[in-house]
């Protein structure tokens, strides 16, 4: 089994926010103009960190607040 290289860090609450609301990766992926793939990247770390811009939607279809989910310690 190989060993995942994570160029950023993962997005782990915002994960958790999806999985607790039942929001499918592929919903964000649509709101956001990614491939599930490219979502899933972002989110395990894997790929580039979101976007301002991608932050700003999510951010406003969800009702949630960035600092809750994308900005912290």
């Known amino acids: 089994m ?4 994570r160029k950023y ?7 958790g926010y ?3 609301n039942n929001i499918k990766q592929r919903e964000v992926a ?5 491939s599930v ?3 899933n990247q972002k989110l395990n770390g894997t790929r580039g960190d979101f ?3 991608e932050i700003r939607l999510i ?6 607040s960035p600092l809750d ?5």
């Open 2 to 5: 190989s060993t995942v290289i």
């Open 9 to 15: 860090e993962p997005y782990n609450r915002f994960k």
């Open 18 to 20: 999806l999985v607790e």
């Open 30 to 34: 649509e709101v956001v103009g990614l």
């Open 37 to 39: 793939s490219q979502l």
């Open 51 to 53: 976007s301002a811009t």
């Open 59 to 64: 951010c406003k279809a969800y009702n949630i």
């Open 69 to 73: 989910y994308f900005f912290y310690d």
